[in-house]
């Protein structure tokens, strides 16, 4: 497993100077703006010399540049996902209720939640040979209710499936607990509406009111879904740097960790908002 220092974006990006930045990562300043308008964190420099990445975000930040600097075992070691299966407030904190046990939250816990709600949930029409199915969307947005069994965990549209991650440092590590939208039980809001995202919504409220709105991270709200495809469609824009489904971020991922390339574009950007707030400096 390689080792790199990565250098993250930390958005939203204001009064940058795009002619002193744009040379540091190669780009125009042209190119640089429409990067920077991007309201999602994503790598933007990684280098085996810790030095050489930390000086790249030293100049990145006098350009007025927001980004956070980290180690690449930190987002390879980033915990997979503990499905909550239901939840419920108490006056301390939130339960989670996993599969196989119970975990608490408490409100005064230095918790950041990431909530990611793809501007694709709910329409593949994008696909090649997809088709728009009423049964298709009912299940996609259907109410789960009490008791329920039939839970999608890994299902082919799962890259669009709205979710809430709910990460919580413990003694020198993170917890992970995530709530997805079609697999799971929504009856701890206590006012339960008939579609899934109203209910999600309104958990990602309740979390905001008891949490505290800045321990809510809505930046992968709306977020635009990438083909990851493995080569060059023709006539396509070559994409630079380590955007998502580009050959450097790729193989970035690919020397970082076995099999680390294949992560979707909302997990990569999940622990890449997790990690930059953490870092933010």
């Known amino acids: 497993m390689g080792y790199y220092t990565i250098v993250v974006s930390n958005p939203p990006q204001d009064g940058i100077d795009a002619d002193r930045a744009a040379p540091l990562l190669g780009l125009t300043p042209e190119q640089f703006l429409a990067k920077a308008e991007y309201a999602v964190p994503e790598i933007w420099f990684a280098h085996p010399d810790q030095g050489r990445a930390n000086e790249v975000a030293q100049a990145l930040r006098a350009a007025s540049c927001r980004v956070s600097v980290l180690d690449s075992g930190e987002l390879v070691k980033v915990p997979p996902r503990a499905r909550v299966r239901s939840f419920s407030f108490t006056d301390r904190g939130l339960v989670a209720h996993l599969e196989t046990e119970e975990a608490e939250v408490l409100y005064d816990q230095p918790v950041h939640a990431v909530f990611c709600r793809p501007r694709e949930s709910g329409d593949r029409t994008s696909l090649p040979g997809a088709r728009r199915s009423s049964s298709f969307f009912s299940i996609k947005d259907r109410l789960m209710e009490p008791g329920s069994s039939t839970l999608t965990e890994h299902g082919a549209e799962e890259d669009t499936v709205p979710f809430l991650d709910l990460y919580l440092p413990v003694n020198g590590g993170v917890r992970r607990y995530t709530v997805q939208q079609n697999a799971v ?55 630079r740097g380590f955007s998502y489904a580009s050959p450097g971020l790729l193989a970035l991922l690919a020397a970082l960790e076995q099999g680390l390339e294949r992560v979707s574009q909302p997990e990569l950007s999940t622990r890449l908002a997790f990690l930059a707030h953490a870092h933010a400096a």
Not at 207 to 219: I, S
């Open 185 to 239: 039980n929504f009856s701890g809001l206590g006012r339960v509406q008939p579609r899934a995202a109203a209910n999600m919504e309104a958990l990602v409220g309740s979390c905001e009111d008891r949490f505290g709105a800045d321990h809510v991270d809505k930046r992968l709200v709306g977020m635009r879904i990438r083909s990851r495809i493995g080569r060059r469609a023709p006539g396509a824009e070559h994409r």
